[in-house]
Nanobody, 125 residues
Framework: QVHLVESGGGLVQAGGSLRLSCAAS????????VGWFRQAEGKEREFVTA????????SYADSVKGRFTISRDKAKTTVFLQMNSLRPEDTAVYYC??????????????????WGQGTQVTVSS
């Protein structure tokens, strides 16, 4: 069992930045790839970005390329999502999740085993 806790969400104006964090309670991400997904009100959950277990590989949705950056600390206890140039369409609940497909960066939600509770990001125009 992996308990994930997201933090860092909030309200920001368009063009602003936020940094989300995802921490694994009581353990590290050493044996997991980690992904971020988001779900806007009335829409399906969608892939945002993912990072492989050692940080050597990353994937991004086209909608966030060049604006968002995923990273993890060397201790593999926390994964970060730096979000720059935020747009109103980025408004959603953001979730982090872990996958046992450690050498890849899965983009499909069904390939993830454990999910956090989510953190709300609201971008005003």
């Amino acid at each position: 069992q992996v308990h994930l806790v997201e933090s860092g969400g909030g309200l920001v104006q368009a063009g602003g930045s936020l940094r989300l964090s995802c921490a694994a309670s009581g353990r590290t991400f050493s044996n997991y790839a980690v992904g971020w997904f988001r779900q806007a009100e009335g829409k399906e959950r969608e892939f945002v970005t993912a990072i492989s277990w050692n940080g050597g590989g990353t994937s991004y949705a086209d909608s966030v390329k060049g604006r968002f950056t995923i990273s993890r600390d060397k201790a593999k206890t926390t994964v970060f999502l730096q979000m720059n140039s935020l747009r109103p369409e980025d408004t959603a609940v953001y979730y982090c999740a872990t996958s046992r497909r450690v050498y890849s960066t899965p983009v499909i939600s069904s390939e993830y085993d454990y999910w956090g509770q989510g953190t709300q990001v609201t971008v005003s125009s």
